[in-house]
């Protein structure tokens, strides 16, 4: 790897509604650059999928965004305020539109479903979280209800002058994040993108 490459992008983080292919982005953009890659559910998300607690999981985080190279995947805000993004020099918000964040999400937990595959802590999806209407228990009405304020919420960070030392990398579909993922191998010395 170019070591001029990873010193344009060093603090990334990957947001987007649930479902939208934020983990897979920054895996992707952590094995590019050889950055280690931070996942905030599996870090909030203990076992029987009990959340860890504000304090400790500000602690926690805290802790991984201390090196000086790294991306972070997910939408704590609430609960970590502007701990991450005071770090980072990059946001990347993968931005789908809904239907195709609904197809996504609904394919994915499903073939979470019949596998029983572990995700993180021990914790499973469950045929009667996945069918539920309650979005607190059932990720795919999360990734419905939550849409339309995460685009307002990030529209307005964009736009917020506290953030005006961020890069905001907007990536609106599957062949934007190839193209943005094309261009950290070969941005060199170059700016992020805005």
Known sequence: MDNEVVDATRRIVVVGTSGSGKSTLARRISHRLDIPHIELDAIHHQPNWTPMSAPDFQAAVAERIAQDAWVVDGNYRNKLGDLVWQRADTVVWFDLPRWRVMRQIIGRTVGRALT???LWNGNRERWREMIS??????VI???WTTHANNRA???AAQADPIFADLSF???GSH???A???DGLGGRAASSPRK
């Open 169 to 171: 990398v907007r990536v």
């Open 175 to 177: 062949r934007e994040a």
């Open 133 to 138: 209407l309650d979005p607190a228990r059932s």
């Open 116 to 118: 029983g595959r572990e």
């Open 153 to 155: 919420s990030y529209l």
């Open 179 to 181: 193209a943005f993922l």
């Open 141 to 143: 009405m999360w990734a």
